[in-house]
């Protein structure tokens, strides 16, 4: 598949800027990018981390360190400020104002509509199915992507979560390829694994190699414990990565950030994110169980991430029950196909013990 062809001309014709860390080495004597040559600030870190320069735009380390974890090529990966950079940079790089269009599958994470809304791309929903607990609809999904043959909608790029967000659900091999069939030669299918760690279910990445349609993001924000650091990862062709590197910041990435990414993601990490994973699979169960005695719960998906979605007859008076208590949860019940619905983020065991309290509380209320 021509990657190129699918891009925005403007793109593929342009050059990355050349900034100065990315045209010289930077060591010796760095008079080529108009900083200071030294901190003003009398701390250690100032001088370890020479928060006086500019920062190197895909630190060596940190791109071994990701390539591990991801199991994928250095050539494939770019790190990115969080996986709402990665939607952003996709969408400006792919998708033409006024021309082209992204496709979503509602309810799913609400950046992709938005990255692309700014960008001025149509936004398709093919809605999950109400009739089948909130599954995809593939068939629509793939008559949505042929129908750009007749050349009604120029779909770029098909954005798809697993787990998903808010229902939780995966997206099952089989079906995830006839998408990346249907796509071939017309569009990128972006697959968001920012919950796959919480799951048994491996990674798409191995699909990479016989898929360059394929882009598959990747976050330290959930389970490797550092959503402040914001560091994602796009994965995908060294094509897509090439075009990408042309529209991201030349330097994307603060030191301090790509310091604690590397401490976030260290071995004693590795070690504690077992802990977490057993906490969070732990403090799940025991919600699901209580959710189970509570009659006023209408419907629960139990999903494969640290969240679950549940559906009641008046989502605002509980999310107001919990605000009143200090505990806040997420109200989902505005969206399309979510009426009722909120979701519950798993914490530590003390939160999950509050939590459980606030709601046996609320159920005794109504
Ligand atoms: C499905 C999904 N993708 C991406 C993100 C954003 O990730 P990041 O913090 O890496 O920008 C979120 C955040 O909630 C999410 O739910």
Not at 50 to 61: F, V
Not at 298 to 310: C, D, Q, S, T
Not at 315 to 339: N, Q, T, Y
Not at 349 to 355: G, K, P, Q, S, V
Request: proline fraction near 5%; glycine fraction near 6%; hydrophobic fraction near 45%.
């Amino acid at each position: 598949m021509d990657i190129n062809s699918i891009a925005r001309p403007e793109i593929v014709a342009m050059k990355a800027y050349a900034s100065a860390r990315s045209s010289a080495a930077a060591d010796g004597i760095l008079l080529n990018a108009n900083e200071a040559p030294q901190p003003l600030v009398d701390d250690p870190k100032w001088q370890r981390l020479a928060l006086n320069r500019y920062p190197l735009p895909q630190p060596e380390a940190l791109r071994v360190r990701l390539a591990s974890l991801y199991g994928v090529a250095e050539s494939n990966l770019l790190i990115t400020r969080g996986s709402d950079e990665g939607i952003d940079l996709l969408t400006r790089v792919f998708c033409r104002p006024g021309r082209d269009a992204i496709i979503e599958c509602r309810p799913c994470f609400g950046m992709y509509r938005i990255a692309a809304t700014i960008q001025g791309a149509q936004v398709v929903n093919v809605p999950r199915l109400a009739s089948s607990g909130l599954q995809i609809d593939f068939a629509g999904l793939l008559r949505t992507i042929n129908e750009q043959a007749s050349g009604r909608a120029l779909v770029r790029l098909v954005f798809l979560t697993s787990p998903n967000n808010p229902t939780g659900d995966l997206i099952a091999r089989a079906d995830l390829e006839r998408v990346l069939k249907a796509c071939d030669g017309k569009a990128l299918v972006v697959l968001d694994e920012a919950y796959i760690e919480f799951c048994k279910a491996e990674s798409a990445g191995s699909l990479l190699a016989d898929y360059p349609q394929l882009v598959i993001l990747r976050t330290l924000s959930k389970a490797w414990a550092a959503a402040a650091v914001r560091c994602g990862t796009v994965i995908a062709d060294a094509t897509v990565i090439d075009l990408l590197q042309r529209v991201i910041a030349p330097y994307p990435l603060a030191a301090t950030a790509v310091d604690a990414a590397l401490q976030a993601t260290s071995g004693e990490a590795i070690r504690h994110q077992r802990q977490l994973l057993e906490t969070v699979r732990q403090g799940k169960q025991d919600l699901l169980e209580f959710l189970s005695t509570c009659s006023w719960v209408h419907e629960v998906w139990p999903g494969e991430a640290n969240f679950v979605l549940l559906r009641l007859a008046d989502a605002g008076s509980l999310v107001d029950w919990c605000a009143g208590r200090g505990i806040h949860i997420r109200d989902f019940s505005s969206e399309p196909l979510l009426e009722g619905c909120v979701r519950l983020s798993i914490g530590s065991t003390d939160e999950m013990a509050a939590l459980k309290t606030c709601l046996q509380a609320y159920g005794e209320r109504i």
